[in-house]
Protein backbone atom coordinates (compact mmCIF):
# COMPACT_ATOMS: atom_id res chain seq x y z
CA UNK A 1 0.00 0.00 0.00
CA UNK A 2 1.97 3.08 -1.23
CA UNK A 3 -0.29 5.59 0.60
CA UNK A 4 0.72 4.28 3.74
CA UNK A 5 4.65 4.59 2.66
CA UNK A 6 4.20 8.13 2.01
CA UNK A 7 2.43 8.38 5.11
CA UNK A 8 5.66 6.78 6.75
CA UNK A 9 7.84 9.47 5.22
CA UNK A 10 6.00 12.21 6.41
CA UNK A 11 5.98 10.97 10.28
CA UNK A 12 9.94 10.73 9.85
CA UNK A 13 10.45 14.05 8.90
CA UNK A 14 8.17 15.59 10.98
CA UNK A 15 9.84 13.87 14.03
CA UNK A 16 12.94 14.33 13.13
CA UNK A 17 12.63 18.27 13.28
CA UNK A 18 10.33 18.27 15.78
CA UNK A 19 11.12 15.99 18.36
CA UNK A 20 8.14 13.94 18.78
CA UNK A 21 9.40 11.00 19.54
CA UNK A 22 7.15 8.55 18.12
CA UNK A 23 4.28 8.51 15.64
CA UNK A 24 2.04 5.23 14.56
CA UNK A 25 -0.78 5.26 12.07
CA UNK A 26 -3.05 3.59 10.32
CA UNK A 27 -4.96 4.00 6.74
CA UNK A 28 -8.17 2.15 5.52
CA UNK A 29 -9.22 3.00 1.68
CA UNK A 30 -10.96 0.75 -0.34
CA UNK A 31 -10.84 -2.37 0.76
CA UNK A 32 -7.24 -2.15 2.03
CA UNK A 33 -5.79 -1.13 5.34
CA UNK A 34 -2.37 -0.88 6.67
CA UNK A 35 -0.08 0.85 9.52
CA UNK A 36 3.02 2.69 9.73
CA UNK A 37 5.01 3.40 12.67
CA UNK A 38 8.23 5.92 13.38
CA UNK A 39 10.42 6.54 16.41
CA UNK A 40 10.01 5.13 20.03
CA UNK A 41 7.03 4.70 21.96
CA UNK A 42 8.88 5.85 24.88
CA UNK A 43 11.93 7.62 25.34
CA UNK A 44 13.67 6.28 28.10
CA UNK A 45 13.32 3.00 27.39
CA UNK A 46 13.85 2.85 23.81
CA UNK A 47 11.21 0.57 23.07
CA UNK A 48 9.75 1.27 19.29
CA UNK A 49 6.80 2.69 18.05
CA UNK A 50 5.20 -0.54 16.10
CA UNK A 51 2.02 -0.93 14.03
CA UNK A 52 0.08 -2.09 17.04
CA UNK A 53 1.57 -0.46 19.79
CA UNK A 54 -1.17 0.47 22.25
CA UNK A 55 -2.09 4.31 23.63
CA UNK A 56 -4.42 5.92 24.84
CA UNK A 57 -8.06 7.03 23.04
CA UNK A 58 -8.76 10.07 24.89
CA UNK A 59 -11.62 11.67 23.91
CA UNK A 60 -12.47 9.54 20.98
CA UNK A 61 -13.56 7.66 23.42
CA UNK A 62 -16.97 9.89 23.35
CA UNK A 63 -17.95 8.27 20.27
CA UNK A 64 -17.86 5.18 21.80
CA UNK A 65 -20.54 6.30 25.12
CA UNK A 66 -22.60 7.57 22.08
CA UNK A 67 -22.42 4.47 20.09
CA UNK A 68 -23.41 2.75 24.00
CA UNK A 69 -26.17 5.25 24.49
CA UNK A 70 -27.55 4.75 21.08
CA UNK A 71 -28.04 1.33 21.45
CA UNK A 72 -29.72 1.79 24.59
CA UNK A 73 -32.07 3.76 22.61
CA UNK A 74 -32.70 1.07 20.12
CA UNK A 75 -33.37 -1.34 22.76
CA UNK A 76 -36.23 1.06 24.23
CA UNK A 77 -34.30 1.66 27.53
CA UNK A 78 -33.35 5.21 26.94
CA UNK A 79 -35.40 8.22 25.27
CA UNK A 80 -33.32 11.23 23.71
CA UNK A 81 -35.67 13.63 24.43
CA UNK A 82 -36.58 12.52 27.94
CA UNK A 83 -34.87 14.37 31.06
CA UNK A 84 -31.37 12.87 32.35
CA UNK A 85 -32.96 13.38 36.21
CA UNK A 86 -35.80 10.43 34.45
CA UNK A 87 -32.54 7.66 34.71
CA UNK A 88 -30.40 9.54 37.07
CA UNK A 89 -32.97 11.50 40.03
CA UNK A 90 -28.97 12.00 41.98
CA UNK A 91 -27.93 14.25 38.92
CA UNK A 92 -27.51 17.64 40.35
CA UNK A 93 -25.73 20.55 39.46
CA UNK A 94 -24.08 23.87 41.75
CA UNK A 95 -26.78 26.03 40.07
CA UNK A 96 -30.38 25.14 40.98
CA UNK A 97 -32.96 23.98 38.69
CA UNK A 98 -30.10 23.21 35.87
CA UNK A 99 -29.83 19.91 36.08
CA UNK A 100 -33.71 19.27 35.73
CA UNK A 101 -33.59 20.76 32.50
CA UNK A 102 -30.50 18.73 30.14
CA UNK A 103 -31.96 16.24 28.01
CA UNK A 104 -30.12 12.78 27.20
CA UNK A 105 -29.28 14.14 23.85
CA UNK A 106 -27.53 17.54 25.30
CA UNK A 107 -24.92 14.98 26.99
CA UNK A 108 -24.06 13.71 23.41
CA UNK A 109 -24.28 16.90 21.44
CA UNK A 110 -22.16 19.01 24.24
CA UNK A 111 -25.26 21.64 23.97
CA UNK A 112 -25.72 20.89 28.07
CA UNK A 113 -23.78 23.72 28.80
CA UNK A 114 -22.67 21.89 32.24
CA UNK A 115 -19.96 24.03 33.68
CA UNK A 116 -17.17 20.81 34.66
CA UNK A 117 -14.37 20.17 32.21
CA UNK A 118 -11.86 20.95 34.83
CA UNK A 119 -13.67 18.80 37.54
CA UNK A 120 -10.81 15.69 37.82
CA UNK A 121 -12.08 14.07 41.81
CA UNK A 122 -9.83 11.13 42.07
CA UNK A 123 -11.68 7.87 42.03
CA UNK A 124 -11.69 4.02 40.68
CA UNK A 125 -13.61 0.90 40.84
CA UNK A 126 -17.24 0.07 40.15
CA UNK A 127 -18.06 3.72 42.13
CA UNK A 128 -16.13 5.90 40.28
CA UNK A 129 -18.77 7.57 37.90
CA UNK A 130 -20.64 8.06 41.14
CA UNK A 131 -18.13 10.22 42.90
CA UNK A 132 -18.10 12.49 39.34
CA UNK A 133 -21.37 12.63 39.74
CA UNK A 134 -21.64 13.56 43.59
CA UNK A 135 -19.10 16.60 42.91
CA UNK A 136 -20.94 18.32 40.12
CA UNK A 137 -23.85 18.83 42.67
CA UNK A 138 -21.21 20.39 45.14
CA UNK A 139 -18.76 22.40 42.52
CA UNK A 140 -20.09 22.82 39.46
CA UNK A 141 -22.94 24.86 37.56
CA UNK A 142 -23.66 26.05 33.83
CA UNK A 143 -22.61 28.08 31.39
CA UNK A 144 -25.25 28.35 29.49
CA UNK A 145 -28.92 26.81 28.83
CA UNK A 146 -29.42 23.95 27.29
CA UNK A 147 -29.01 23.91 23.71
CA UNK A 148 -28.36 27.85 23.77
CA UNK A 149 -24.53 27.14 22.63
CA UNK A 150 -22.07 24.27 21.96
CA UNK A 151 -19.33 23.95 24.24
CA UNK A 152 -17.25 20.85 24.41
CA UNK A 153 -18.21 18.47 27.67
CA UNK A 154 -16.58 16.19 29.00
CA UNK A 155 -18.64 16.38 32.25
CA UNK A 156 -22.16 15.89 30.21
CA UNK A 157 -20.20 11.87 28.64
CA UNK A 158 -19.28 11.33 32.13
CA UNK A 159 -23.03 11.96 33.02
CA UNK A 160 -24.24 9.97 30.07
CA UNK A 161 -21.36 6.68 31.46
CA UNK A 162 -23.46 6.91 34.31
CA UNK A 163 -26.99 7.02 33.25
CA UNK A 164 -25.90 3.97 31.53
CA UNK A 165 -24.67 2.29 34.65
CA UNK A 166 -28.00 3.18 35.76
CA UNK A 167 -30.31 2.02 32.95
CA UNK A 168 -28.49 -1.25 32.06
CA UNK A 169 -26.80 -2.31 35.86
CA UNK A 170 -23.48 -2.98 34.31
CA UNK A 171 -20.01 -0.63 34.69
CA UNK A 172 -19.03 1.25 32.16
CA UNK A 173 -15.61 -0.40 31.66
CA UNK A 174 -17.96 -3.78 31.03
CA UNK A 175 -20.43 -2.15 28.69
CA UNK A 176 -17.91 -0.71 26.78
CA UNK A 177 -15.90 -4.36 25.93
CA UNK A 178 -18.89 -6.30 25.79
CA UNK A 179 -21.27 -3.80 23.40
CA UNK A 180 -18.36 -2.18 21.82
CA UNK A 181 -14.75 -3.95 21.57
CA UNK A 182 -16.86 -6.90 21.11
CA UNK A 183 -19.01 -6.45 18.32
CA UNK A 184 -16.57 -3.93 16.69
CA UNK A 185 -13.72 -6.23 16.45
CA UNK A 186 -11.26 -4.02 18.55
CA UNK A 187 -9.20 -7.21 19.42
CA UNK A 188 -6.68 -5.51 21.14
CA UNK A 189 -8.78 -2.38 23.34
CA UNK A 190 -8.60 -2.42 27.04
CA UNK A 191 -9.27 0.38 29.82
CA UNK A 192 -6.69 0.11 32.40
CA UNK A 193 -2.72 0.44 33.49
CA UNK A 194 -2.57 -3.17 34.77
CA UNK A 195 -3.79 -4.45 30.69
CA UNK A 196 -1.72 -2.23 28.66
CA UNK A 197 1.63 -2.76 30.38
CA UNK A 198 1.06 -6.42 29.27
CA UNK A 199 1.49 -5.14 25.60
CA UNK A 200 3.73 -2.93 23.59
CA UNK A 201 1.67 0.56 24.86
CA UNK A 202 3.02 4.39 24.07
CA UNK A 203 3.73 6.47 27.06
CA UNK A 204 3.11 10.67 26.62
CA UNK A 205 5.78 13.19 26.25
CA UNK A 206 6.10 16.60 26.49
CA UNK A 207 7.71 19.47 24.04
CA UNK A 208 10.76 19.70 26.96
CA UNK A 209 11.64 16.03 26.15
CA UNK A 210 10.48 15.29 29.47
CA UNK A 211 7.94 11.95 30.32
CA UNK A 212 4.65 12.39 31.75
CA UNK A 213 4.58 11.10 35.05
CA UNK A 214 0.82 10.33 34.96
CA UNK A 215 -0.39 7.49 32.56
CA UNK A 216 -4.12 8.34 32.47
CA UNK A 217 -6.62 10.70 34.00
CA UNK A 218 -8.67 9.45 36.84
CA UNK A 219 -11.39 7.04 36.27
CA UNK A 220 -14.08 9.67 37.22
CA UNK A 221 -13.42 10.49 33.55
CA UNK A 222 -13.45 7.11 31.83
CA UNK A 223 -16.67 7.84 29.63
CA UNK A 224 -15.23 10.70 28.38
CA UNK A 225 -11.83 9.14 27.26
CA UNK A 226 -9.57 8.97 30.45
CA UNK A 227 -9.08 5.14 30.19
CA UNK A 228 -9.48 3.51 26.78
CA UNK A 229 -6.07 1.84 24.99
CA UNK A 230 -6.11 0.46 22.11
CA UNK A 231 -3.99 0.37 18.52
CA UNK A 232 -4.58 2.31 14.73
CA UNK A 233 -6.31 -0.96 13.91
CA UNK A 234 -9.12 -0.83 16.45
CA UNK A 235 -9.76 2.75 15.49
CA UNK A 236 -9.72 1.69 12.24
CA UNK A 237 -12.19 -0.94 12.67
CA UNK A 238 -14.59 1.73 14.86
CA UNK A 239 -14.19 4.13 11.69
CA UNK A 240 -14.98 1.21 9.32
CA UNK A 241 -18.34 0.28 11.39
CA UNK A 242 -19.60 3.81 10.98
CA UNK A 243 -18.29 3.93 6.80
CA UNK A 244 -21.10 0.05 6.88
CA UNK A 245 -23.52 2.03 8.34
CA UNK A 246 -23.67 0.32 11.69
CA UNK A 247 -22.09 -3.10 10.69
CA UNK A 248 -18.33 -4.01 11.61
CA UNK A 249 -15.58 -5.10 9.51
CA UNK A 250 -16.52 -8.97 10.67
CA UNK A 251 -19.98 -8.69 9.86
CA UNK A 252 -21.68 -7.90 13.04
CA UNK A 253 -24.81 -4.93 13.84
CA UNK A 254 -23.09 -2.86 16.11
CA UNK A 255 -25.62 0.26 15.41
CA UNK A 256 -28.90 0.30 13.21
CA UNK A 257 -28.12 2.54 10.27
CA UNK A 258 -30.85 5.39 11.55
CA UNK A 259 -28.90 5.62 14.87
CA UNK A 260 -25.42 5.80 12.67
CA UNK A 261 -27.15 8.53 10.46
CA UNK A 262 -28.31 10.34 13.80
CA UNK A 263 -24.70 10.74 14.57
CA UNK A 264 -23.96 12.28 11.54
CA UNK A 265 -26.68 14.73 11.79
CA UNK A 266 -26.26 18.37 12.44
CA UNK A 267 -27.74 18.85 15.65
CA UNK A 268 -25.89 22.86 16.44
CA UNK A 269 -24.13 24.93 14.10
CA UNK A 270 -22.49 28.56 16.17
CA UNK A 271 -22.16 29.60 12.80
CA UNK A 272 -18.94 30.58 12.43
CA UNK A 273 -16.37 28.64 10.22
CA UNK A 274 -14.07 27.84 12.76
CA UNK A 275 -16.38 25.95 15.20
CA UNK A 276 -17.36 22.53 13.51
CA UNK A 277 -20.77 21.77 13.66
CA UNK A 278 -22.00 18.82 16.40
CA UNK A 279 -23.60 15.61 15.26
CA UNK A 280 -24.02 13.17 17.98
CA UNK A 281 -20.74 11.86 19.14
CA UNK A 282 -18.84 13.27 16.36
CA UNK A 283 -17.33 16.44 15.40
CA UNK A 284 -18.45 17.37 11.36
CA UNK A 285 -15.63 18.86 9.88
CA UNK A 286 -16.20 20.39 6.49
CA UNK A 287 -13.77 20.83 3.50
CA UNK A 288 -15.49 22.04 0.63
CA UNK A 289 -18.35 20.18 -0.48
CA UNK A 290 -16.80 17.71 1.71
CA UNK A 291 -18.19 16.75 5.32
CA UNK A 292 -15.50 14.56 7.48
CA UNK A 293 -16.63 12.62 10.96
CA UNK A 294 -13.91 13.28 13.04
CA UNK A 295 -12.52 13.35 16.53
CA UNK A 296 -9.27 13.84 18.57
CA UNK A 297 -8.32 12.68 22.13
CA UNK A 298 -5.93 14.46 24.29
CA UNK A 299 -4.16 12.00 26.88
CA UNK A 300 -1.33 12.71 29.44
CA UNK A 301 1.48 13.60 26.52
CA UNK A 302 -0.40 12.38 23.63
CA UNK A 303 -2.66 12.94 20.69
CA UNK A 304 -4.72 10.57 18.89
CA UNK A 305 -7.08 11.46 15.94
CA UNK A 306 -9.95 9.09 14.04
CA UNK A 307 -11.31 10.74 10.63
CA UNK A 308 -13.90 8.98 8.68
CA UNK A 309 -14.31 10.19 5.17
CA UNK A 310 -18.04 8.88 3.78
CA UNK A 311 -18.25 8.60 0.20
CA UNK A 312 -14.72 7.81 -0.40
CA UNK A 313 -14.19 4.39 1.53
CA UNK A 314 -11.75 6.11 3.83
CA UNK A 315 -10.49 6.44 7.43
CA UNK A 316 -7.58 7.50 9.30
CA UNK A 317 -6.43 6.97 12.51
CA UNK A 318 -2.77 7.97 14.17
CA UNK A 319 -1.81 9.03 17.60
CA UNK A 320 1.79 10.82 18.13
CA UNK A 321 3.28 10.57 21.71
CA UNK A 322 3.76 14.50 22.20
CA UNK A 323 0.70 16.94 21.62
CA UNK A 324 2.66 18.26 19.18
CA UNK A 325 1.78 15.42 16.74
CA UNK A 326 -1.48 16.98 15.75
CA UNK A 327 0.43 19.69 13.60
CA UNK A 328 1.35 16.08 12.19
CA UNK A 329 -1.95 14.70 12.25
CA UNK A 330 -3.56 17.76 10.73
CA UNK A 331 -0.19 17.70 7.79
CA UNK A 332 -1.29 14.06 6.92
CA UNK A 333 -5.11 14.55 6.77
CA UNK A 334 -4.95 17.59 4.29
CA UNK A 335 -2.75 15.68 1.89
CA UNK A 336 -5.02 12.77 1.82
CA UNK A 337 -7.58 14.97 0.77
CA UNK A 338 -5.97 17.13 -1.45
CA UNK A 339 -3.59 14.49 -2.63
CA UNK A 340 -4.49 11.29 -2.42
CA UNK A 341 -8.31 12.09 -2.84
CA UNK A 342 -7.90 14.45 -5.03
CA UNK A 343 -10.08 17.19 -3.22
CA UNK A 344 -10.51 20.81 -3.05
CA UNK A 345 -9.79 22.18 0.56
CA UNK A 346 -10.49 25.96 0.44
CA UNK A 347 -8.73 28.28 2.79
CA UNK A 348 -11.22 28.89 5.77
CA UNK A 349 -9.38 32.39 6.53
CA UNK A 350 -8.26 33.70 3.55
CA UNK A 351 -6.84 37.33 4.93
CA UNK A 352 -6.80 39.26 8.10
CA UNK A 353 -9.90 41.34 9.05
CA UNK A 354 -10.41 44.96 8.75
CA UNK A 355 -9.62 47.04 11.88
CA UNK A 356 -12.19 46.46 14.19
CA UNK A 357 -13.60 48.12 17.52
CA UNK A 358 -11.49 45.99 20.22
CA UNK A 359 -13.41 46.95 23.22
CA UNK A 360 -16.18 44.57 23.36
CA UNK A 361 -14.26 41.43 23.69
CA UNK A 362 -12.16 43.02 26.04
CA UNK A 363 -12.92 41.50 30.07
CA UNK A 364 -12.74 38.83 32.01
CA UNK A 365 -14.27 35.18 31.23
CA UNK A 366 -14.75 32.55 33.19
CA UNK A 367 -15.36 28.94 33.51
CA UNK A 368 -14.63 25.76 35.88
CA UNK A 369 -11.73 26.76 37.51
CA UNK A 370 -10.24 29.34 35.05
CA UNK A 371 -9.66 32.59 34.63
CA UNK A 372 -8.95 34.25 31.61
CA UNK A 373 -8.42 37.98 31.53
CA UNK A 374 -8.87 39.53 27.91
CA UNK A 375 -7.37 43.26 27.14
CA UNK A 376 -6.35 45.75 24.02
CA UNK A 377 -2.55 46.27 23.38
CA UNK A 378 -1.37 47.66 20.98
CA UNK A 379 -4.06 47.64 18.37
CA UNK A 380 -4.59 43.74 19.16
CA UNK A 381 -5.81 41.47 21.87
CA UNK A 382 -3.46 39.88 24.44
CA UNK A 383 -5.18 37.08 26.68
CA UNK A 384 -4.17 35.65 30.19
CA UNK A 385 -4.80 32.80 31.50
CA UNK A 386 -5.14 31.66 35.23
CA UNK A 387 -5.61 28.23 36.89
CA UNK A 388 -7.45 28.37 39.72
CA UNK A 389 -7.88 25.35 41.01
CA UNK A 390 -10.53 24.28 43.60
CA UNK A 391 -8.00 22.22 46.08
CA UNK A 392 -4.84 20.85 45.91
CA UNK A 393 -5.67 17.29 44.41
CA UNK A 394 -7.16 18.77 41.28
CA UNK A 395 -4.08 20.63 41.30
CA UNK A 396 -1.41 17.83 41.24
CA UNK A 397 -4.27 15.96 38.75
CA UNK A 398 -4.34 18.95 36.38
CA UNK A 399 -0.51 20.12 36.02
CA UNK A 400 0.45 16.35 36.18
CA UNK A 401 -1.84 15.90 33.08
CA UNK A 402 -0.65 19.29 31.66
CA UNK A 403 3.26 19.02 32.15
CA UNK A 404 3.23 21.44 34.05
CA UNK A 405 2.16 23.77 31.44
CA UNK A 406 0.88 26.04 33.91
CA UNK A 407 0.90 29.43 34.14
CA UNK A 408 0.86 29.95 30.27
CA UNK A 409 2.45 33.07 29.09
CA UNK A 410 0.16 36.22 27.68
CA UNK A 411 -0.59 35.36 23.80
CA UNK A 412 -1.33 38.31 21.31
CA UNK A 413 -4.87 37.88 18.46
CA UNK A 414 -5.57 39.83 15.65
CA UNK A 415 -9.15 40.00 14.06
CA UNK A 416 -9.97 38.08 10.94
CA UNK A 417 -12.68 38.56 10.36
CA UNK A 418 -15.95 38.87 12.28
CA UNK A 419 -15.93 38.24 15.66
CA UNK A 420 -12.92 35.89 14.51
CA UNK A 421 -9.66 35.65 15.67
CA UNK A 422 -6.41 34.02 14.87
CA UNK A 423 -3.02 33.61 16.94
CA UNK A 424 -1.11 36.65 16.19
CA UNK A 425 2.14 35.67 13.67
CA UNK A 426 0.49 32.35 12.54
CA UNK A 427 0.32 31.78 8.42
CA UNK A 428 -3.64 32.00 8.11
CA UNK A 429 -3.16 28.92 5.64
CA UNK A 430 -2.75 26.59 8.72
CA UNK A 431 -5.99 27.06 9.84
CA UNK A 432 -7.51 25.01 6.47
CA UNK A 433 -7.56 21.88 8.76
CA UNK A 434 -8.30 20.70 12.28
CA UNK A 435 -6.45 23.25 13.34
CA UNK A 436 -8.92 25.77 12.95
CA UNK A 437 -10.34 24.90 16.70
CA UNK A 438 -7.34 27.15 17.12
CA UNK A 439 -9.19 30.51 16.08
CA UNK A 440 -11.05 32.47 19.01
CA UNK A 441 -14.62 33.46 18.69
CA UNK A 442 -16.63 35.72 20.68
CA UNK A 443 -20.67 35.42 20.70
CA UNK A 444 -23.29 37.20 22.48
CA UNK A 445 -22.33 40.82 21.93
CA UNK A 446 -24.69 42.79 23.48
CA UNK A 447 -24.80 46.52 24.76
CA UNK A 448 -20.93 46.94 23.32
CA UNK A 449 -19.40 43.90 25.27
CA UNK A 450 -19.36 40.00 24.61
CA UNK A 451 -20.98 37.86 25.95
CA UNK A 452 -18.50 34.78 25.67
CA UNK A 453 -15.09 33.70 24.30
CA UNK A 454 -14.98 30.45 22.97
CA UNK A 455 -11.51 28.65 22.13
CA UNK A 456 -10.30 24.92 21.00
CA UNK A 457 -14.03 24.49 21.55
CA UNK A 458 -15.11 25.48 24.98
CA UNK A 459 -16.97 28.70 26.04
CA UNK A 460 -15.73 30.60 29.03
CA UNK A 461 -19.05 33.52 29.91
CA UNK A 462 -18.18 36.84 30.62
CA UNK A 463 -18.01 38.30 34.18
CA UNK A 464 -16.78 41.54 34.07
Not at 123 to 130: E, H, I, Q
Not at 148 to 161: C, K, L, Q
Not at 203 to 215: A, E, S
Not at 262 to 287: C, K, N, Y
Amino acid sequence: MALIDRIGEQAAEFCAGSGVPGYVAGVYHDGEQAAVAHGVAHAVTGAPMRGDTGFLFGSITKVMTTTLVLQQVERGAVDLEERVTKYLPEFRLAAPGAAERIRVRHLLTHTNGIDADMHYPAGRGPDALKIFLEGLGRHCGVLFGPDEHVSYSNGGMIVAGRLLEAVTGHGYHDLLRREVYGPVGMEDACTSAEEAILRSTAVGHFPNGRRTDMFMLPETWAPAGSTPIGTVRDLLALGRTHLRGGVSPSGRRVLSAESVARMRQVSHDMGTPHIPPLGMGWLLLAFGDVTLLAFSGASAGGAAVLVVVPGFDLVFAAYGNDVRAMALHDRILLWLLREHLHLRVPELVAEPGADVDLRPYAGTYRSNQLRLDVRVVEGQLEESMTYEPLDEAQARIFNAFAGGGYPVPPRRLVPVGGDLFAPAGMPLRVFAGYARTMLVSYHGISGGRAGYHRAGGRMMRREA
